[in-house]
């Protein structure tokens, strides 16, 4: 045997078993967003005199607000924020804490010791189950949804339990629908309000039927929030912890990327529970070394100043009044989200006189390489299709256009449903 040969077989049978062990790497199954990946390579060098038009972008269109940029480049440039930032600035958390109070009505907050930083939301997904699962434990979380908190119950032996989003049940989870025996069990209860990809708001009633489960079966609440601020048509952003009890069984997660046009400076918090907050704040400490000061700073000038994400949920409200139009005038069932960048429909049975679908990957594949426009499809809890209004286009014309320009593609077939 050659030592490269040797050497790489030695390698793959080092891998551990949470991510495949020895197998690691030898899947030839392709995943939801490779596929979609692939199919839209492939649709531009089929009809490269047709845009693509990406509807499945998860992240907004615009840079971040001129003056956070200058905050930013203004804290840059001092030599006292070059350092470690470990668990977070003072300032940062007092910011955040006024926040909460100033969007949210969220009081009560103390920024010592019920506020930490995090380098964006997903990192905190991915360390909470560290201060909680033990082999066995159960994390319950929703489908269709982000899955980073139960990959990493599953990476430390947990187990995943998933309640289905229904449209029935107003894409909330029914809590009753758990049973006893997981309830018992669980550990962690993973919420998500405004949802993504559902783009369904909670209501007070729901979070205070959540505080109450909790309580019943001690499960900790983790509700993550980035699109909490990104609301539309009166509705008022709520929060987790604007609920009487909240404080007491859980956390919430807040994130400035979506609601600020700052995915890539990944700063957020975690706040609630001081408990929780100091649990996940040393697993934190030995997973990272803190956010960048200056990127911290930034943020902090940027919860001062909530009337940016208004300005940015009203572009996003118009667009979605735009597709969703443009859809329903074609025979979907398209309905106004009230919070989030996402439009969740579901997909027709097929084309009059022509193919079936079988599933939202299958449509989601149809409109790539027939129309060229990208989603992002779910079949977890009904065959549905995500579309999202962070698409480019600088402009109100511009997104008119680009709306029409879809509708004139969906056109050119009569969908059955």
């Known amino acids: 045997m050659s030592v490269e040969r040797y050497q790489e077989t030695y390698i793959q049978q080092q891998f551990a078993d949470r991510i495949g062990g020895a197998n ?26 047709l845009d693509l038009i990406d509807m499945g972008v998860g992240e907004p269109d615009d840079m971040a607000d001129a003056n956070i940029v200058a905050k930013l480049a203004e804290e840059a440039a001092k030599p006292e924020n070059r350092g470690y930032a470990d668990n977070g600035i003072p300032e940062f958390k007092v910011a955040a804490a006024h ?3 100033q969007v949210f009505q969220v009081d009560g907050i103390d920024p010592a010791t019920e506020i930490v930083h995090s380098i964006g939301s997903k990192p905190a997904l991915a360390m909470l189950p560290t201060c909680f699962i033990n082999p066995g434990d159960i994390t319950i979380m929703t489908v269709p949804g982000y899955p980073v908190l139960g990959t990493h119950t599953q990476y430390l032996g947990g187990i995943v339990y998933t309640v289905a989003l229904t449209e029935e049940n107003h894409f909330l989870p029914d809590l009753a629908s758990i049973p006893e025996h997981i309830a018992l069990k669980a550990k962690l209860l993973y919420l998500n309000y405004p949802n993504n990809p ?15 489960w909790a309580r019943k079966y001690n499960v900790i609440v ?60 040393d697993v934190k400490d030995n997973n990272d070394s803190g956010q960048f000061i200056a990127i911290q700073k ?17 572009k996003y409200s118009r667009r979605h009044d735009l597709l969703v139009g443009a859809l329903s005038e ?37 409109l790539i390489r027939e129309k060229l426009i990208s989603t992002v499809p779910w ?9 999202s209004v962070t698409f480019e286009a600088h402009g109100i014309e511009k997104e008119q256009a680009v709306i029409a320009e879809i509708k004139r593609r969906l056109s050119e077939v009569k969908f059955r449903f």
């Open 24 to 49: 690691y790497g030898k899947d030839t199954a392709i995943y939801k967003f490779e596929k979609i990946k692939r199919a839209k390579a492939a649709a531009r060098l089929e009809r490269p005199d």
């Open 99 to 101: 926040y909460l109070q």
């Open 198 to 212: 559902t783009g369904a708001c909670a209501t007070r009633e729901f979070f205070t039927e959540v505080v109450a």
């Open 222 to 281: 983790i509700h993550d929030a980035p699109y909490s601020a990104l609301t539309y048509d009166g509705v008022r952003p709520l929060s987790f912890l604007s609920v009487p009890g909240a404080k007491d069984v859980g956390v919430e997660l807040h994130s400035l990327s979506k609601s600020y046009n700052m995915t890539g400076w990944r700063i957020g918090f975690v706040a609630g529970n001081s408990l929780i907050v100091k649990a996940f704040s």
């Open 298 to 314: 930034a943020a902090a000038y940027g919860l001062a100043h909530p009337e940016i994400t208004e300005a940015i949920a009203a």
């Open 330 to 366: 074609l025979g979907f069932k398209a309905t106004k989200p009230q919070g989030s960048f996402f439009l969740y429909v579901a997909i027709p049975k097929g084309i009059e006189g022509g193919r079936s679908f079988v599933s939202a990957e299958d449509f989601s594949q149809y």
């Open 379 to 387: 079949d977890d809890a009904g065959h549905y299709v995500r579309f």
